[in-house]
């Protein structure tokens, strides 16, 4: 298990690595924006996809002209399944590969390697600039999050984080729910117990 303290270093050497990536292209015209409806949903292994899926039904997809699907690599599953769901114009999605940040037993100087690659591409990811970032907690979606904050932070990107957690998270919080709160626009549980143990969150019963 990675500690947290060891996560704030990846994201400190992450943040140099993005603000430098985004102040190389601070001096490009960059085309003007006509909408600002970009969504971006994080998929993920183990249950992840599935109970996001279930939760995006009650959402018009449609409103976001512009759709992006984040799966990390190996995860042919998730891709799968989102490929389904997606029946309109292919010009209004896209699916985006991400490399995973950590794989089952790796080492830690081969786990801060995968991390900072992973970190890497996560970076270019946002270079989309999406409007809303929605997420129900993938591994992945610590890197991707943190990252969007900290150039939220430097006035970089204005993206809104909703983070929904897990239905199987009935008395606590998991741990990227535990590490993204404090960072999130909107956090949302599915058991009034978790709402009334953290402060902020939202409740609106079962969305699965």
Known sequence: MISFGYL????????????????????????????????????????????????????????????????????AMSIEKARVYEKGDSRSYQFVEVPRARKVGEGLLSTMKSSFISGWACVNLLLMAPDLILTNGPGTAVIICGIAYILKFFGILTTRIVYIESLARVEDLSLSGKLLRPICNRFIVQWPQLAAKYPGSEYFGIMV
């Open 8 to 75: 704030v270093i990846i994201f400190l050497v992450l943040a140099s690595a993005s603000l430098m990536r985004f102040r190389s292209i601070s001096s490009q015209s960059r085309p003007v924006r006509k909408d600002h409806s970009h969504l971006m949903i994080l998929l993920g292994s183990g249950g992840h996809t599935g109970e996001m899926l279930r939760m995006i039904d009650s959402i018009d997809l449609s409103k976001f002209s512009n759709r992006t699907w984040v799966y990390t690599s190996g995860d």
